[in-house]
């Protein structure tokens, strides 16, 4: 027990203090995950609008095979990303495995479905309202997806923080993907792991201390845009 106070002292120290290396691997998180959610945000909010906005053949499909790619284990998409950028696969000679560039690209794999699901969610009950108005102005699909993109702002940005969320605390694909590079593809959920394997408990605890801050400080953002608490929602 007296080993457990020591090692948080020592965590909530090289926190206070801004240790180098703490400062460098959070960063670099920050980077990685913040990239991704640009790209995954891009890419899944559109789709999602579309999906609430479209009627097609396999749409149903369409939509349970995007909830299932929601529970995709991320250790399945580190493989795939790793067999598709090492030297034998096809963009092999991109050279971008052990790369923040290859950990962007599992994280983006691994949080768009999350994105989209919730934005067509979201966008699905903004259709409702708006479908009359929409329909009556002959507006085009992309009129329509840009307008319901536009109003339904607050939930998509949650959405997008939602992802945030997963892909901050990803271990297993950026593991596989990154290779767990000092001071070129290290953050924090492989740092916490390889310092616990060492036994080095302080710095461990001090990853640990602002990746939690950085879940609650997105949870909070979650609340404070959503407005959950004004609105009676809680």
């Given at each position: 027990?007296?080993e457990?106070?020591?090692?948080?002292?020592?965590?909530?120290?090289?926190?206070?203090?801004?240790?180098?290396?703490?400062?460098?691997?959070?960063?670099?998180?920050?980077?990685?995950?913040?990239?991704?959610?640009?790209?995954?945000?891009?890419?899944?909010?559109?789709?999602?609008?579309?999906?609430?906005?479209?009627?097609?053949?396999?749409?149903r499909a369409?939509?349970?095979?995007?909830?299932?790619?929601?529970?995709?284990?991320?250790?399945?998409?580190?493989?795939?990303?790793?067999?598709?950028?090492?030297?034998?696969?096809?963009?092999?000679?991109?050279?971008?495995?052990?790369?923040?560039t290859?950990?962007?690209?599992?994280?983006?794999?691994?949080?768009?479905?999350?994105?989209?699901?919730?934005?067509?969610?979201?966008?699905?009950?903004?259709?409702?309202?708006y479908?009359?108005?929409?329909?009556?102005?002959s507006t085009?699909?992309?009129?329509?997806?840009?307008?319901?993109?536009?109003?339904?702002?607050?939930?998509?940005?949650?959405?997008?923080?939602?992802?945030?969320?997963?892909?901050?605390?990803?271990?297993?694909?950026?593991?596989?993907?990154?290779?767990?590079?000092?001071?070129?593809?290290?953050?924090?959920?492989?740092?916490?792991?390889l310092?616990?394997?060492?036994?080095?408990?302080?710095?461990?605890?001090?990853?640990?201390?602002?990746?939690?801050?950085?879940?609650?400080?997105?949870?909070?953002?979650?609340?404070?845009?959503?407005?959950?608490?004004?609105?009676?929602?809680?």
């Open positions: 027990m007296g457990l106070w020591e090692g948080l002292a020592a965590g909530f120290w090289l926190v206070v203090t801004l240790d180098p290396d703490l400062v460098a691997i959070t960063l670099r998180s920050l980077q990685v995950t913040l990239s991704a959610v640009v790209i995954a945000s891009a890419l899944a909010l559109p789709f999602g609008a579309f999906l609430a906005i479209s009627r097609f053949r396999h749409r369409t939509i349970a095979l995007l909830n299932a790619l929601m529970g995709l284990p991320p250790v399945v998409v580190g493989l795939i990303v790793y067999l598709l950028l090492s030297r034998a696969g096809p963009f092999g000679v991109m050279g971008l495995l052990f790369t923040p290859a950990m962007i690209i599992a994280q983006v794999m691994i949080i768009t479905p999350l994105i989209a699901s919730i934005a067509h969610q979201s966008i699905r009950d903004i259709w409702s309202e479908h009359d108005l929409l329909i009556s102005l085009s699909k992309w009129q329509r997806i840009r307008t319901l993109l536009w109003d339904g702002r607050r939930a998509l940005i949650t959405a997008s923080l939602a992802g945030f969320g997963r892909g901050i605390g990803e271990v297993g694909a950026i593991m596989i993907v990154g290779g767990n590079i000092d001071n070129a593809t290290r953050v924090l959920t492989t740092a916490i792991a310092e616990t394997g060492k036994g080095d408990f302080a710095l461990a605890l001090g990853l640990g201390f602002v990746l939690i801050g950085l879940a609650i400080a997105v949870n909070l953002a979650i609340h404070a845009i959503g407005r959950t608490e004004s609105e009676g929602k809680w």
